[in-house]
């Protein structure tokens, strides 16, 4: 068990909102979250649908170990067709608004058709009803969060929104819950404005209480969450310096995207790494970062709290940005600093925090930003245009550029659009740092080699999150490959694939397998759910769920063409450090992937695949 | 000797696994919710803070209740709610400085911290060591060994 049993439908043309029961058939074979929303997304709607028309449905899915005592075990997922990338979109985040979702008694919610008007979905409990969102369009995520608690007079109803740039649909708008988690990539944010629907606002109170062997779940956890707490990574680097341990690093290994990935080393990357976070500044003699933060259940607490400069020109005169508040992960410092060249920490905070406010992915955002700053210094983008100066490492460019996108203003409009629309429009595609359509993160193909095969085939586009083989490429975890070489690589990024598609399925956060194998997740699955999730049967589910999403995006139209990267990754040679002279093996290593897939050359599933996967 | 739940707000993360240990051990769900403990978060500062009952030794819920339903557990020093005898009045609600005594609108009764007979799952729990079940005669001694520490430990001048 460990399923609350029960989903909610929501017809936004009609205005209902029904209760049905969850199909125990499907949780068996796709467990829950990532895999069993996409389920339903792909057994109820046709690929081919607009992603931003009535015709799409965008899902918010909790796991069966969502909103218990498994360590992380507070996440949720949006599942949808992405308006960025026109493929499946699957986006999870923290945060506690997961857990209350399940604690009021709900897996998922399915949204469908669109409102007329603006509208929320308010959730007690058992009782949902849409309420009039008029008040809220044109808010902030903190404002909307702000009012509805007031509203309902209670501080612990936790709400999940759109800002301003899900209602003006930038393509990567993002769905932010707690104030600074978000469901970031991928455009789910879009989607939910497409539909007028500003946000869903729930109160759980009831718990999660079905487990299947509750003595057992207690111990199983309790020693699993032991090894999170010994590991070295989930124990001590990851509370202490978050993710951003990695800037220094991955700058070493000559894979930090530089300069709309033009160099694979930064020469700021010191100027914006962990260590500058926590150094006193020169200002107020106090560091960036203030503590670290757990999302629900959570013992690693990688979570960034952080204080901009008040002295910084970005928020002179803005107070509402004084106070703590959601600080940079390495993927966001990354995409706002080393992608534009821009080393000042203060105003890549300050980026960030428009990123939170009006919910938006700051790695997309980051990475056009990257091609905007090439077109301008090639001459193609200029001051009058933008309205500003945009060479590379421009702090002022970067700030200004993030309000007008987030804001839905002036050359923020075009933006808003993400690098391929964008960068063809001005003629120069080969400068979007996309796979098909989504922005790439910090981690350079040509020096980490694995990720380039994982950039080309993951199923939402450019993504770190569904194969992170800088984890054995770099960090040795589970255990040590050689980033530049293309051999063993298909199966090292099918191997990360099918586990991530399983841990996100279940509801718990990918970080944890810095530490957990399968193995580790298995008998937390197991105690809570049922024997009959054996290690096997979990290893399937991942490659079914992996496959399922494939399959979909097959139909939407895509071919083995889009599994590709840009010309630059594939042709310009690493300049500096341990990469240098190398670009992508991509060629070399897709048809091997295709290979141990089970898929055609055409990059489409094999009748055999299929039958062994029950797809 | 007698211990006490002692809470260093610094430790804090708010994962919120001390509410969620506090339901199960006492309703067998997880529903921080109905937790004993609650975890506060203040986010314009970045502070979390627990807070619970700290089982006074005069205490006001106790001396308040007209059916003595509320008593001393000898072994603990844990003030403890008799559920058989509480009417739900709620007068220790009121009579309780801090708020930590609170009705329970499913059961008709009122509910408290009971230091779980002395092995408190909150505690058990915590991660960070935020929530420790200590000797109740020091729980300032840490405190004191950290300040010690700045002279123990230095270098000689």
Redesign the interface.
């Known amino acids: 068990m460990s399923w609350a049993g029960k989903i909610l439908r929501v017809n936004l043309t009609a205005g209902t909102v029904t209760s049905e029961p969850l199909n125990m058939t499907w949780a068996r074979q796709y467990l829950g979250s990532r895999g069993l929303a996409t389920k339903y997304l792909v057994e109820e709607m046709d690929a081919k649908v607009d992603p931003l028309s009535a015709d799409n449905k965008i899902i918010w899915a909790t796991g069966p170990l969502t909103g218990t005592m498994a360590s992380t075990g507070g996440r949720y997922t949006v599942v949808t067709k992405g308006p960025l990338t026109g493929a499946i979109a699957c986006s999870n985040s923290g945060g506690y608004w997961g857990a209350e979702l399940k604690m009021a008694g709900w897996d998922m919610v399915i949204f469908e058709g669109q409102s007329a008007k603006p509208v929320y979905l308010s959730i007690s409990d058992d009782v949902a009803e849409l309420k009039d969102a008029a008040h809220l369009w044109g808010k902030s995520v903190w404002e909307t969060e702000e009012i509805l608690k007031k509203q309902a007079q209670d501080p612990q109803v936790r709400v999940s929104s759109i800002g301003l740039a899900g209602e003006n649909q930038v393509l990567y708008a993002a769905v932010v819950n707690d104030l600074h988690r978000a469901a970031g990539r991928s455009g789910v944010g879009a989607v939910m404005g497409s539909k007028n629907l500003k946000a869903i606002a729930v109160r759980g109170t009831k718990g999660v209480g079905n487990i299947a062997n509750p003595k057992e779940f207690m111990r199983v956890t309790f020693e699993k969450k032991k090894i999170l707490a010994d590991n070295a990574v989930t124990g001590q680097g990851l509370p202490t310096y978050g993710t951003q341990v990695l800037m220094n690093v991955i700058n070493e290994v000559g894979a930090l995207p530089t300069r709309n990935h033009r160099d694979v080393q930064f020469e700021g990357a010191k100027d914006i790494s962990a260590e500058a976070m926590g150094t006193p500044r020169e200002s107020d003699g106090k560091p960036q970062l203030v503590t670290n933060q757990a999302c629900f259940g959570c013992t690693i607490a990688c979570g960034r709290i952080s204080k901009i400069d008040k002295t910084h020109f970005s928020v002179v005169n803005k107070p509402q940005y004084w106070g703590a508040t959601g600080g940079l992960e390495y993927e966001a410092a990354w995409a706002l600093g080393a992608a534009n060249g821009v080393n000042d920490l203060e105003a890549l905070q300050y980026a960030n925090t428009i990123c939170n406010e009006q919910g938006m992915d700051p790695i997309s955002f980051g990475t056009t930003l990257g091609a905007v700053m090439e077109l301008y210094e090639m001459g193609v983008i200029t001051k009058e245009m933008l309205g500003i100066e945009a060479p590379f490492g421009s702090a002022k460019a970067l700030c200004e550029l993030a309000d007008l996108t987030a804001n839905g203003q002036g050359f923020g409009k075009e933006i808003a659009q993400g690098s391929k629309r964008l960068t063809a429009k001005y003629g120069h595609p080969e400068l979007s740092m996309s796979s098909k359509g989504q922005e790439f993160p910090a981690y350079d193909a040509r020096g980490i080699q694995g990720m380039g095969l994982a950039y080309a085939t993951s199923n939402r586009g450019g993504c770190h999150l569904r194969a992170y083989t800088v984890a054995s490429e770099v960090m040795g975890i589970p255990v040590k490959t050689d980033p530049l070489v293309a051999e063993g690589k298909p199966e090292l990024v099918m191997a990360f694939q099918d586990a991530t598609a399983a841990f996100d399925s279940a509801g718990v956060c990918v970080f944890t397998t810095f530490a957990w194998g399968l193995a580790d997740l298995q008998p937390q699955i197991a105690a809570a759910c049922g024997d009959e999730f054996t290690l096997e049967n979990l290893a399937l589910i991942g490659e079914r769920v992996w496959n399922m999403e494939r399959d979909f995006n097959n139909r939407a139209g895509f071919t083995e063409k889009d599994d590709s990267l840009p010309a630059r990754l594939l042709t310009e040679a690493a300049k500096t450090g341990p990469a240098k002279g190398l670009v992508s093996k991509l060629p070399e290593m897709l048809p091997k992937y295709y290979e141990v897939r089970g898929w055609d050359s055409g990059g489409r599933l094999k009748p055999e695949t299929r039958t062994k996967l029950g797809l | 000797m007698q211990k006490s739940l002692h809470i260093n707000p610094e430790k804090c993360?708010?994962?919120?696994?001390c509410e969620?240990?506090c339901?199960?051990e006492n309703?067998?769900?997880?529903?921080?919710?109905?937790s004993r403990i609650k975890v506060f978060d203040f986010?314009?500062?970045?502070?979390?803070v627990p807070y619970t009952c700290t089982q006074c030794d005069e205490a006001w819920c106790l001396h308040a209740c007209p059916v003595e339903a509320i008593t001393v557990d000898k072994a603990t020093g844990a003030k403890v709610v008799n559920e058989t005898t509480c009417v739900g009045c709620k007068v220790c609600t009121i009579a309780c400085p801090f708020g930590t005594v609170n009705y329970v609108q499913e059961t008709g009764k009122v509910q408290k911290c009971d230091l779980c007979g002395g092995d408190p799952a909150c505690a058990t729990?915590c991660?960070?060591g935020a929530i420790t079940y200590i000797d109740a005669n020091w729980t300032g001694l840490n405190k004191m060994a950290a300040w010690a520490d700045k002279l123990g430990n230095q270098p000689a001048a």
């Not at chain 2, 993360?13 to 696994?17: D, I, M, R, V, Y």
């Not at chain 2, 986010?43 to 979390?48: A, I, L, N, P, V």
């Open positions: 993360t708010g994962c919120l696994q969620m240990a339901s199960f309703y067998g769900t997880y529903a921080p919710a109905k986010h314009h500062t970045g502070r979390k729990a991660p960070t």
